[in-house]
Protein backbone atom coordinates (compact mmCIF):
# COMPACT_ATOMS: atom_id res chain seq x y z
CA UNK A 1 0.00 0.00 0.00
CA UNK A 2 1.69 3.32 -0.74
CA UNK A 3 1.92 5.46 2.18
CA UNK A 4 3.65 8.54 0.28
CA UNK A 5 1.70 9.23 -3.24
CA UNK A 6 2.28 12.41 -5.87
CA UNK A 7 -0.57 12.72 -7.48
CA UNK A 8 0.13 14.46 -10.68
CA UNK A 9 2.74 12.65 -12.92
CA UNK A 10 3.54 15.33 -14.68
CA UNK A 11 3.77 19.16 -14.51
CA UNK A 12 4.75 21.90 -17.09
CA UNK A 13 5.15 25.32 -16.30
CA UNK A 14 6.26 28.71 -17.80
CA UNK A 15 10.50 29.37 -17.52
CA UNK A 16 10.07 32.52 -14.72
CA UNK A 17 6.89 31.12 -13.19
CA UNK A 18 6.18 29.06 -9.88
CA UNK A 19 6.56 25.80 -9.63
CA UNK A 20 4.06 23.73 -7.31
CA UNK A 21 4.66 19.93 -7.04
CA UNK A 22 2.68 18.56 -4.19
CA UNK A 23 2.48 15.36 -1.46
CA UNK A 24 0.24 13.56 0.21
CA UNK A 25 0.83 11.10 3.16
CA UNK A 26 -1.27 8.49 5.18
CA UNK A 27 1.67 7.05 7.90
CA UNK A 28 0.99 9.87 10.75
CA UNK A 29 4.52 8.41 12.05
CA UNK A 30 6.55 10.16 9.50
CA UNK A 31 8.23 13.02 10.87
CA UNK A 32 10.98 13.67 8.37
CA UNK A 33 10.40 14.46 4.58
CA UNK A 34 12.44 15.18 1.69
CA UNK A 35 12.22 15.83 -2.08
CA UNK A 36 15.23 14.11 -4.50
CA UNK A 37 15.19 15.62 -8.11
CA UNK A 38 16.07 12.87 -10.37
CA UNK A 39 17.72 12.83 -14.29
CA UNK A 40 16.97 10.06 -16.20
CA UNK A 41 19.43 7.09 -16.05
CA UNK A 42 21.20 8.83 -12.88
CA UNK A 43 20.35 8.31 -8.85
CA UNK A 44 18.31 10.66 -7.04
CA UNK A 45 20.03 14.00 -5.88
CA UNK A 46 19.18 15.26 -2.21
CA UNK A 47 17.04 18.76 -2.83
CA UNK A 48 15.20 20.15 0.45
CA UNK A 49 13.90 18.40 3.45
CA UNK A 50 11.37 19.39 6.20
CA UNK A 51 11.30 17.82 9.91
CA UNK A 52 7.63 17.59 11.94
CA UNK A 53 8.29 20.43 13.92
CA UNK A 54 8.43 22.84 11.25
CA UNK A 55 6.20 23.58 8.56
CA UNK A 56 8.43 25.37 6.17
CA UNK A 57 11.83 24.89 5.07
CA UNK A 58 13.24 27.63 2.89
CA UNK A 59 16.67 26.95 0.40
CA UNK A 60 17.48 29.55 -2.24
CA UNK A 61 14.77 29.01 -4.83
CA UNK A 62 13.34 26.17 -3.27
CA UNK A 63 11.01 26.21 -0.13
CA UNK A 64 9.03 23.34 1.05
CA UNK A 65 5.86 23.37 3.35
CA UNK A 66 4.44 20.76 5.80
CA UNK A 67 0.44 20.55 6.89
CA UNK A 68 0.89 17.78 9.38
CA UNK A 69 -2.94 17.96 9.90
CA UNK A 70 -3.98 17.38 6.16
CA UNK A 71 -0.78 14.96 5.86
CA UNK A 72 -0.08 16.89 2.83
CA UNK A 73 3.63 18.36 1.99
CA UNK A 74 4.67 20.56 -1.38
CA UNK A 75 7.32 21.75 -2.95
CA UNK A 76 7.72 25.23 -4.80
CA UNK A 77 10.16 26.35 -6.84
CA UNK A 78 10.36 30.05 -8.01
CA UNK A 79 11.38 31.10 -10.20
CA UNK A 80 11.21 27.83 -12.19
CA UNK A 81 14.39 27.45 -14.64
CA UNK A 82 14.47 25.20 -17.63
CA UNK A 83 17.40 23.06 -15.82
CA UNK A 84 14.77 22.57 -13.18
CA UNK A 85 13.08 20.18 -15.55
CA UNK A 86 13.32 16.49 -14.11
CA UNK A 87 11.65 14.13 -11.60
CA UNK A 88 10.84 15.26 -8.45
CA UNK A 89 10.44 12.58 -5.91
CA UNK A 90 9.22 13.21 -2.50
CA UNK A 91 10.22 10.81 0.57
CA UNK A 92 9.12 10.30 4.11
CA UNK A 93 10.31 8.44 7.37
CA UNK A 94 9.77 8.37 10.88
CA UNK A 95 12.53 7.50 13.30
CA UNK A 96 14.31 4.35 13.03
CA UNK A 97 13.60 3.46 9.70
CA UNK A 98 14.39 4.06 5.68
CA UNK A 99 12.61 5.83 3.02
CA UNK A 100 9.17 5.81 1.68
CA UNK A 101 9.12 7.04 -1.89
CA UNK A 102 6.23 8.25 -3.74
CA UNK A 103 6.29 7.81 -7.95
CA UNK A 104 7.20 11.09 -8.83
CA UNK A 105 6.49 13.97 -10.37
CA UNK A 106 8.01 14.42 -13.85
CA UNK A 107 8.08 18.55 -14.02
CA UNK A 108 8.78 20.27 -17.50
CA UNK A 109 10.04 23.69 -17.97
CA UNK A 110 9.45 25.96 -21.24
CA UNK A 111 11.15 29.00 -22.30
CA UNK B 1 35.94 13.47 -3.27
CA UNK B 2 33.63 11.61 -1.25
CA UNK B 3 30.63 9.81 -2.58
CA UNK B 4 28.67 6.65 -3.63
CA UNK B 5 30.03 4.56 -6.70
CA UNK B 6 27.86 1.93 -8.11
CA UNK B 7 29.45 -0.64 -10.66
CA UNK B 8 28.59 -1.54 -13.77
CA UNK B 9 26.67 0.84 -14.91
CA UNK B 10 24.98 -1.51 -16.71
CA UNK B 11 24.76 -5.43 -16.03
CA UNK B 12 22.92 -8.50 -18.18
CA UNK B 13 21.80 -11.11 -16.71
CA UNK B 14 21.08 -14.41 -18.67
CA UNK B 15 18.24 -16.84 -17.18
CA UNK B 16 19.20 -18.74 -13.95
CA UNK B 17 22.46 -16.85 -13.80
CA UNK B 18 23.11 -14.72 -10.31
CA UNK B 19 25.06 -11.48 -10.71
CA UNK B 20 26.39 -8.93 -8.01
CA UNK B 21 25.79 -4.84 -8.12
CA UNK B 22 28.65 -3.29 -6.20
CA UNK B 23 28.55 -0.66 -4.12
CA UNK B 24 30.90 1.02 -2.51
CA UNK B 25 31.10 4.28 -0.59
CA UNK B 26 33.61 6.60 1.20
CA UNK B 27 31.54 8.68 3.19
CA UNK B 28 31.95 7.46 6.65
CA UNK B 29 28.20 6.57 6.84
CA UNK B 30 26.87 4.15 8.68
CA UNK B 31 23.73 3.36 7.15
CA UNK B 32 23.28 1.57 3.37
CA UNK B 33 20.47 1.07 1.14
CA UNK B 34 19.29 -0.76 -1.94
CA UNK B 35 16.16 0.39 -3.98
CA UNK B 36 14.60 -0.46 -7.16
CA UNK B 37 13.05 1.50 -10.10
CA UNK B 38 10.70 0.60 -12.35
CA UNK B 39 9.30 2.75 -15.19
CA UNK B 40 6.37 4.62 -13.55
CA UNK B 41 7.31 3.46 -10.48
CA UNK B 42 9.15 5.50 -7.36
CA UNK B 43 11.73 3.34 -5.31
CA UNK B 44 10.91 0.75 -3.56
CA UNK B 45 13.70 -0.54 -0.93
CA UNK B 46 15.10 -4.02 -1.38
CA UNK B 47 17.28 -4.40 1.48
CA UNK B 48 19.26 -1.91 4.43
CA UNK B 49 21.95 -2.12 6.67
CA UNK B 50 22.40 0.16 9.98
CA UNK B 51 25.63 -1.22 10.81
CA UNK B 52 28.44 -3.59 9.81
CA UNK B 53 27.36 -7.49 9.63
CA UNK B 54 23.85 -6.20 9.83
CA UNK B 55 21.01 -6.16 7.61
CA UNK B 56 17.56 -6.00 7.38
CA UNK B 57 14.93 -7.00 4.25
CA UNK B 58 13.02 -4.36 3.08
CA UNK B 59 9.61 -4.00 0.85
CA UNK B 60 10.41 -6.23 -2.02
CA UNK B 61 13.66 -8.45 -0.59
CA UNK B 62 12.24 -11.58 -2.17
CA UNK B 63 15.22 -13.20 -4.74
CA UNK B 64 17.76 -10.68 -3.69
CA UNK B 65 20.68 -11.20 -1.25
CA UNK B 66 22.75 -9.07 0.05
CA UNK B 67 25.96 -8.77 2.82
CA UNK B 68 27.96 -5.80 4.76
CA UNK B 69 31.73 -6.71 5.50
CA UNK B 70 32.84 -3.76 5.54
CA UNK B 71 31.40 -0.26 6.27
CA UNK B 72 32.30 1.18 3.09
CA UNK B 73 30.89 -1.81 1.17
CA UNK B 74 27.37 -3.33 0.32
CA UNK B 75 27.18 -5.42 -2.54
CA UNK B 76 23.65 -6.86 -3.88
CA UNK B 77 23.14 -10.23 -5.55
CA UNK B 78 20.37 -10.75 -7.87
CA UNK B 79 19.63 -14.35 -7.65
CA UNK B 80 18.00 -16.82 -10.46
CA UNK B 81 14.71 -16.74 -7.81
CA UNK B 82 14.24 -12.93 -8.97
CA UNK B 83 12.06 -13.56 -11.58
CA UNK B 84 11.48 -10.25 -13.21
CA UNK B 85 15.33 -8.32 -12.11
CA UNK B 86 15.50 -5.85 -15.20
CA UNK B 87 15.13 -2.47 -13.01
CA UNK B 88 16.99 0.45 -12.09
CA UNK B 89 18.91 -0.54 -9.22
CA UNK B 90 20.42 2.74 -6.82
CA UNK B 91 21.86 2.17 -3.79
CA UNK B 92 22.09 4.81 -0.86
CA UNK B 93 23.75 5.64 2.08
CA UNK B 94 23.25 7.85 5.58
CA UNK B 95 24.82 8.66 8.39
CA UNK B 96 22.58 6.65 10.80
CA UNK B 97 18.98 5.40 10.00
CA UNK B 98 17.00 7.79 11.83
CA UNK B 99 16.14 11.39 10.14
CA UNK B 100 18.66 11.56 8.18
CA UNK B 101 18.85 12.36 4.60
CA UNK B 102 20.20 9.73 2.15
CA UNK B 103 22.52 9.79 -0.70
CA UNK B 104 22.53 8.48 -3.31
CA UNK B 105 24.91 6.72 -5.89
CA UNK B 106 24.51 6.89 -10.28
CA UNK B 107 22.60 3.88 -10.59
CA UNK B 108 23.15 0.34 -12.28
CA UNK B 109 20.80 -0.68 -15.23
CA UNK B 110 19.80 -4.32 -15.05
CA UNK B 111 18.99 -6.30 -18.17
CA UNK B 112 17.99 -10.33 -18.97
CA UNK B 113 19.08 -11.81 -22.51
Known amino acids: DQQVKQNSPSLSVQEGRISILNCDYT??????FLWYKKYPAEGPTFLIS?????DKNEDGRFTVFLNKSAKHLSLHIVPSQPGDSAVYFCAASSSGYALNFGKGTSLLVTP | DGGITQSPKYLFRKEGQNVTLSCEQNLNHDAMYWYRQDPGQGLRLIYYSQIVNDFQKGDIAEGYSVSREKKESFPLTVTSAQKNPTAFYLCASSPGLAEETQYFGPGTRLLVL
Open chain 1, 50 to 54: ISSIK
Open chain 1, 27 to 32: NSMFDY
